[in-house]
T-cell receptor, first 115, second 113 residues
Framework: ETGVTQTPRHLVMGMTNKKSLKCEQH?????MYWYKQSAKKPLELMFV???????ENNSVPSRFSPECPNSSHLFLHLHTLQPEDSALYLC??????????????FGPGTRLTVL | QKEVEQNSGPLSVPEGAIASLNCTYS??????FFWYRQYSGKSPELIMS????GDKEDGRFTAQLNKASQYVSLLIRDSQPSDSATYLC?????????????FGSGTRLQVQP
């Protein structure tokens, strides 16, 4: 396994479903991130975990719930989503989340469609 | 609100030419700057990072940083059709205890064979 992996790669869910996105990094990094990328909009930072502690919650609705059990794994739990939540959800990792030298490496993303 | 601005393009250049991609940012205190390449339907791929004023070269890519003008650019020499992608500029801001990488909306580059 190399780099940052994400599963599933594609997800279609109804507004009443509950699902989870998974991210795993094999780079020995200590910081992990969730981003949302919608069509024609810049990447939006959602959550940051540094050494398993959440350090950023960028005003994300509570229907998105992150979980970071260790520095290598990150989850995004989804429930009662809206159609406007349909987007590409990207996970990234970096050596740490606090320093200015903060090269982030992205996983392949999960393409989410909410019906 | 920290901002990163890019021209959305498309920027069209012929094969073999130099492509010049530009980015401006709002915060003078920013310390770290990154260029990512994103092919359609794929995730961003880091291609360059730059931390001090001046030029940084890596193969066909050169990143240029001018902190006084709050301007960072990416030059791609000998452009190839495979360089056709969206290029994202990202700036690391530290503001009131919050540290975050902020992305521009990207410039779409088209290299014509």
């Amino acid at each position: 396994e190399t780099g940052v992996t994400q599963t599933p790669r594609h997800l279609v869910m109804g507004m009443t479903n509950k699902k989870s996105l998974k991210c795993e990094q094999h780079l020995g990094h200590n910081a992990m991130y969730w981003y949302k990328q919608s069509a024609k909009k810049p990447l939006e930072l959602m959550f940051v975990y540094n050494f398993k502690e959440q350090t950023e919650n960028n005003s994300v609705p509570s229907r998105f719930s992150p979980e970071c059990p260790n520095s290598s794994h990150l989850f995004l739990h989804l429930h009662t989503l809206q159609p406007e939540d349909s987007a590409l959800y990207l996970c990234a990792s970096s050596q740490d989340g606090a320093g200015a030298v903060n090269e982030q490496f992205f996983g392949p993303g999960t393409r989410l469609t909410v019906l | 609100q920290k901002e990163v601005e890019q021209n959305s393009g498309p920027l069209s250049v012929p094969e073999g030419a130099i492509a010049s991609l530009n980015c401006t940012y709002s915060d003078r205190g920013s310390q770290s700057f990154f260029w990512y390449r994103q092919y359609s339907g794929k995730s961003p791929e880091l291609i360059m990072s730059i931390y001090s004023n001046g030029d940084k070269e890596d193969g066909r890519f050169t990143a240029q940083l001018n902190k006084a003008s709050q301007y960072v650019s990416l030059l791609i020499r000998d452009s190839q059709p495979s360089d056709s992608a969206t290029y994202l500029c990202a700036v690391f801001f530290m503001d009131m205890g919050r540290r975050a990488l902020t992305f521009g909306s990207g410039t779409r580059l088209q290299v014509q064979p």
